[in-house]
C-alpha cells in the first residue's frame, strides 16, 4: 500500500481542485437542465474579464509571485489543503443552486442585481490585485516560507486589514448570487463566507506561533477581513 507522502496529498488535493472546476462551469448548465440558460452564460462573461484583468495586473504588477503560485508546496499544512478542496466545492455550489432554481422556473431577480453584483465582482478582484502586487508571500495554501525568508508585510491594504486577498474572497462570494440573479445562490455564498472567516481565524493562529514579528502585526491591525468590524 502506497504511503501518503507529503507530494501525494499536494497532487490528490489538485486532482480533486481540477474535478471541482469542472463542475464550476459545466454543473450550473446541468442543474438548469439546458446550455441555453442566459444567465448563466451572462454570469460567465461578467466574471471571464475580471478574472483575465487580474491576472493580467498580477501578472505585471508582482511576477515573481506568478511564478511561485504555480504550484502548490509539499509543506503546505495538510488542513488548509482539506480546507481548500472544500471552499472550492462550496464555491461550486452557488452557480449550481442558480441553475437549479433555474430549473424549476423561479423568477430571477431584477436586472439591477446584476449591475450591483457586476460591481461588487471587480471590486473583489482589484482588493485580491492589490493584495497580491503587495505581498510576495502571497501564496495559494498555507505553510512557513523558511526558503524565501518570509516576514511579515503590512504595507498596502495589509495596513488596514490582516487578510485583504480572503476580504477580496468574500466579496466574490457575496457578488456571484448578484450577478446570477438568484435567491437559492445566497446559501452556498453564505456558506463560502464562514468557510473563509474559519481560514482566516486558523490561519492568524498558524501565524501566531509561526513567523516572526506577526503577533505584535496583529496587534497593531486589530481588524482580520473588515476594516473597524472584525
Known sequence: MRAVTPQL?????????????G???????LAAGSWRWTQGWVALAVLVPVVLGHAMAVRRLNPA?????????PDTEPWDLAWNVVYWALMASVPVLAGLEARFDVEPGPWEELIVGAGLLALAFA???????????FEPTVRLQKERGQTVVDTGPY????????????LWALATPLVLRSAWAWGGAVAVVAWLVVRTAREDRFLKKRLSGYADYAARVPYRLVPGVW
Open 23 to 29: 463542475v464550476w462551469f459545466v454543473g450550473p448548465f
Open 65 to 73: 509571485l506568478v511564478r511561485e503560485r504555480q504550484s502548490v508546496k
Open 9 to 21: 496529498r499536494v497532487r490528490v488535493t489538485q486532482s480533486l481542485i481540477f474535478v471541482i472546476y
Open 159 to 170: 495596513a488596514a486589514i490582516r487578510h485583504p486577498g480572503y476580504a477580496g474572497l468574500v
Open 127 to 137: 482588493l485580491s490585485a492589490w493584495a497580491m502586487a503587495s505581498n510576495v508571500f
